[in-house]
């Protein structure tokens, strides 16, 4: 099967920066888009970022300008660089993987979610 497994959430003030990292594991052959989402308390699991196997980028526009998504293919890696933090940036946050991977010899694939990283943003 496969895991993923987020990790650099934390309590950071308005304006500075936090860098959340998730790398996925197991029989992966392959990974096409990777992606976070966010979900603050009360509201619904949103997109903030994608990366697609060539690299191209996609945010949401609350974010452009302070977020930069980046991947590491060797290390089945996805990052999200988060600057110029603002208090409506606190939420859970979700990696997102489309993978291919090896099962019984067989080649299948899947969307796979880690559990969250917890950011807030708060003096």
């Known amino acids: 099967q496969v895991q993923l497994v987020e990790s650099g959430g934390g309590l950071v003030q308005p304006g500075g920066s936090l860098r959340l990292s998730c790398t996925g594991s197991g029989s992966i052959h392959s990974i096409n888009t990777m992606g976070w989402y966010r979900q603050a308390p009360g509201k619904e699991r949103e997109l903030v970022a994608t990366i697609d196997s060539d690299s191209t980028a996609q945010y949401a526009d609350s974010v452009k300008g302070r977020f930069t998504i980046s991947r590491d293919n060797t290390k089945n890696t996805v990052s999200l660089q988060m600057n110029g933090l603002k208090p409506e940036d606190t939420a859970d946050y979700y990696c997102?993987?489309?993978?291919?991977?090896?099962?019984?010899?067989?080649?299948?694939?899947?969307?796979?979610w880690g559990r969250g990283t917890q950011v807030t943003v708060s003096l």
């Open positions: 997102n993987m489309g993978v291919t991977y090896w099962r019984a010899s067989t080649i299948r694939t899947g969307i796979y």
